[in-house]
């Protein structure tokens, strides 16, 4: 922070804002920094082969030494799935909840960080002292419990970074946002406040997680057979749900899916799940059963195609499979990108005589953030003086923010920022002052990487192909050796295309010749000729632009001799 910037707070958002998912906050004040979230985003088609993404931390590793901690608002992967990643180059303590904590674990087992991880549980009524930094936490309702919005008091005044939220007045676990400690907050004076975009392009409320189980117990009341439930493997709400109705329509409870069983043995354990263990039976005796006797827990609600619900809809599943008048019920939203991979899945369960239920045709799902009138109760609680939208894509940071200014709050008080937008809050004035290094970084499992050259070959890959031309030169005159070879993989057929390899042929005959041979190192000059007049090549031909891979040899002529 440079000399004429010491009276502010540095706010530094390196995910999140302009996307959703990879939710990742720093915020700065003289030789202190805390974090709040390190979440991935998952990958769709458009960076093929890649498992997720995570942000790019560079100015935290550059800034290591002011880190005092990283404090983790909830449980779900967009918030704590890079955690283990961030770990394994910041070595810094972090604070959660303890359901949070517990299910922070188990990837920080995976990626083998758990044994130098400094975790520390905390609850709502906690409060911590990082450098010049007082933290507290508000408890909030949103579609995983344990999530808290985090109370940060600078030197400047006090920042509220409400994380995912809603206002569920008839929470499943009978435990509604804290709404007074907004309100006191905001009758004390809240200088800045950050908080969720998700849901800014909806209106009204959103609705109570309660107000879907009229249409679950229907559902449970009318399903003759088999009844295989799809939902997020962290919907502890929502699971909680599918138990009451398992209890109250007397079937018994397999599961499947390694998240799901690993997340609901968890949240049994700590007490956020009533699970009777005598209606737990195993997956391979779920046969032994009535088809009306058992309800399945299943991933796969986004048709993610190892997931089971998705090997069960192909028929692949070891122990599962769907018969003609069974039941499915997806109970998630379709993110945004996935829609393809659920209709495919949703396609092969009807082909078996399966009815489907998902979110499009029935009132099963609920979401997990607040609509329109959820985000203004929130500013009006809080009475915020500055206003920063976070969470979601720019249009909806942009619609948040509008809200926020037909609520009074001037247009030079709300600032839309972006990730890598270096935002400094003042006594009088937050405004953007520049960017700071920021990026993905795309894992690819074990590999990581921040180049996007990678993932623009795969897709060039994928829609054009690639063409080998491979030429055997003389090491002294720099002639071709005989004939050159073109091999193609998934641009054209070579059997079926003879006219056009032939003159690919000659191109690449005629690019070695323009090359003045003279030393060895001009090897590297004939692959670049070679793929440039190609690429121009087939461009012109057949419109297609080929990954290009020249292999050149330089060999020494066999002398005979007599």
Same mark, same amino acid.
């Given at each position: 922070?440079?000399?004429?910037?010491?009276?502010?707070?540095?706010?530094?958002?390196?995910?999140?804002?302009?996307?959703?998912?990879?939710?990742?906050?720093?915020?700065?004040?003289?030789?202190?920094?805390?974090?709040?979230?390190?979440?991935?985003?998952?990958?769709?088609?458009?960076?093929?082969?890649?498992?997720?993404?995570?942000?790019?931390?560079?100015?935290?590793?550059?800034?290591?030494?002011?880190?005092?901690?990283?404090?983790?608002?909830?449980?779900?992967?967009?918030?704590?799935?890079?955690?283990?990643?961030?770990?394994?180059?910041?070595?810094?303590?972090?604070?959660?909840?303890?359901?949070? #904590?517990?299910?922070?674990?188990?990837? #920080?087992?995976?990626?083998?960080?758990?044994?130098?991880?400094?975790?520390?549980?905390?609850?709502?009524?906690?409060?911590?002292?990082?450098?010049?930094?007082?933290?507290? /936490?508000?408890?909030?309702?949103?579609?995983?419990?344990?999530?808290?919005?985090?109370?940060?008091?600078?030197?400047?005044?006090?920042?509220?970074?409400?994380?995912?939220?809603?206002?569920?007045?008839?929470?499943?676990?009978?435990?509604?946002?804290?709404?007074?400690?907004?309100?006191?907050?905001?009758?004390?004076?809240?200088?800045?406040?950050?908080?969720?975009?998700?849901?800014?392009?909806?209106?009204?409320?959103?609705?109570?997680?309660?107000?879907?189980?009229?249409?679950?117990?229907?559902?449970?009341?009318?399903?003759?057979?088999?009844?295989?439930?799809?939902?997020?493997?962290?919907?502890?709400?929502?699971?909680?749900?599918?138990?009451?109705?398992?209890?109250?329509?007397?079937?018994?409870?397999?599961?499947?899916?390694?998240?799901?069983?690993?997340?609901?043995?968890?949240?049994?354990?700590?007490?956020?799940?009533?699970?009777?263990?005598?209606? #737990?039976?195993?997956?391979?005796?779920?046969?032994?059963?009535?088809?009306?006797?058992?309800?399945?827990?299943?991933?796969?609600?986004?048709?993610?195609?190892?997931?089971?619900?998705?090997?069960?809809?192909?028929?692949?599943?070891?122990?599962?499979?769907?018969?003609?008048?069974?039941?499915?019920?997806?109970?998630?939203?379709?993110?945004?990108?996935?829609?393809?991979?659920?209709?495919?899945?949703?396609?092969?369960?009807?082909?078996?005589?399966?009815?489907?239920?998902?979110?499009?045709?029935?009132?099963?799902?609920?979401?997990?953030?607040?609509?329109?009138?959820?985000?203004?109760?929130?500013?009006?609680?809080?009475?915020?003086? /500055?206003?920063?939208?976070?969470?979601?894509?720019?249009?909806?940071?942009?619609?948040?923010?509008?809200?926020?200014?037909?609520?009074?709050?001037?247009?030079?008080?709300?600032?839309?920022?972006?990730?890598?937008?270096?935002?400094?809050?003042?006594?009088?004035?937050?405004?953007?002052?520049?960017?700071?290094?920021?990026?993905?970084?795309?894992?690819?499992?074990?590999?990581?990487?921040?180049?996007?050259?990678?993932?623009?070959?795969?897709?060039?890959?994928?829609?054009?192909?690639?063409?080998?031309?491979?030429?055997?030169?003389?090491?002294?005159?720099?002639?071709?050796?005989?004939?050159?070879?073109?091999?193609?993989?998934?641009?054209?057929?070579?059997?079926?295309?003879?006219?056009?390899?032939?003159?690919?042929?000659?191109?690449?005959?005629?690019?070695?010749?323009?090359?003045?041979?003279?030393?060895?190192?001009?090897?590297?000059?004939?692959?670049?000729?070679?793929?440039?007049?190609?690429?121009?090549?087939?461009?012109?031909?057949?419109?297609?632009?080929?990954?290009?891979?020249?292999?050149?040899?330089?060999?020494?002529?066999?002398?005979?001799?007599?």
């Amino acid at each position: 922070m440079t000399e004429n910037q010491a009276d502010h707070v540095s706010i530094v958002p390196l995910g999140g804002l302009g996307e959703f998912g990879m939710n990742i906050m720093a915020y700065e004040c003289g030789d202190d920094i805390i974090v709040i979230d390190c979440g991935i985003m998952f990958s769709d088609d458009s960076a093929p082969g890649v498992d997720f993404i995570i942000p790019d931390i560079s100015y935290l590793v550059q800034n290591e030494h002011k880190i005092r901690a990283i404090i983790i608002t909830h449980a779900h992967e967009d918030h704590m799935g890079g955690l283990s990643f961030f770990l394994d180059q910041v070595n810094v303590p972090v604070y959660g909840t303890e359901l949070t #904590l517990a299910f922070a674990k188990e990837r #920080l087992r995976e990626n083998k960080v758990l044994s130098k991880s400094n975790l520390n549980a905390i609850t709502p009524d906690d409060s911590l002292e990082l450098g010049c930094f007082k933290l507290e /936490f508000i408890h909030m309702t949103h579609s995983i419990p344990s999530t808290l919005a985090v109370v940060v008091r600078t030197p400047v005044g006090v920042i509220i970074h409400t994380s995912d939220f809603k206002f569920d007045p008839t929470p499943v676990d009978d435990k509604p946002s804290e709404i007074h400690k907004l309100a006191a907050l905001g009758e004390k004076g809240v200088s800045l406040l950050l908080s969720d975009s998700t849901n800014a392009d909806r209106p009204g409320v959103t609705p109570s997680e309660r107000s879907i189980y009229s249409n679950l117990d229907n559902i449970f009341q009318n399903a003759e057979q088999r009844l295989f439930i799809c939902t997020f493997a962290s919907s502890l709400h929502r699971i909680q749900q599918f138990i009451d109705l398992a209890v109250k329509h007397r079937r018994l409870i397999a599961i499947s899916g390694r998240s799901m069983i690993g997340n609901i043995n968890t949240a049994t354990e700590l007490g956020y799940l009533d699970l009777p263990h005598d209606l #737990l039976i195993d997956l391979k005796d779920a046969k032994r059963f009535e088809p009306n006797e058992t309800m399945t827990l299943c991933t796969g609600s986004q048709g993610e195609p190892r997931s089971a619900m998705s090997l069960i809809s192909r028929g692949d599943h070891t122990l599962l499979h769907i018969d003609s008048g069974d039941t499915v019920l997806i109970s998630a939203r379709q993110i945004p990108g996935n829609e393809r991979e659920i209709r495919k899945m949703i396609g092969h369960i009807l082909r078996r005589g399966a009815h489907v239920i998902h979110e499009q045709n029935d009132h099963v799902h609920v979401s997990g953030h607040g609509a329109r009138e959820d985000l203004k109760l929130m500013l009006t609680l809080t009475k915020p003086k /500055f206003f920063i939208p976070i969470h979601g894509e720019y249009s909806n940071l942009i619609q948040h923010a509008e809200l926020a200014e037909s609520l009074g709050i001037p247009n030079q008080n709300v600032t839309v920022a972006e990730t890598g937008d270096l935002i400094l809050l003042g006594d009088d004035d937050c405004y953007i002052d520049g960017k700071v290094q920021s990026g993905v970084v795309f894992v690819d499992g074990k590999l990581m990487t921040t180049e996007d050259i990678v993932v623009r070959d795969r897709c060039q890959l994928a829609t054009n192909g690639m063409v080998i031309p491979v030429v055997v030169i003389n090491q002294e005159t720099g002639k071709i050796l005989g004939t050159p070879e073109i091999v193609s993989r998934g641009f054209v057929h070579i059997d079926v295309s003879e006219g056009l390899i032939a003159e690919a042929k000659e191109v690449v005959a005629k690019a070695v010749e323009r090359v003045n041979f003279d030393l060895e190192e001009e090897i590297d000059l004939i692959r670049e000729e070679i793929r440039s007049e190609l690429k121009r090549f087939f461009r012109s031909q057949t419109a297609q632009t080929p990954i290009i891979l020249p292999v050149v040899m330089s060999v020494q002529p066999v002398v005979e001799i007599q």
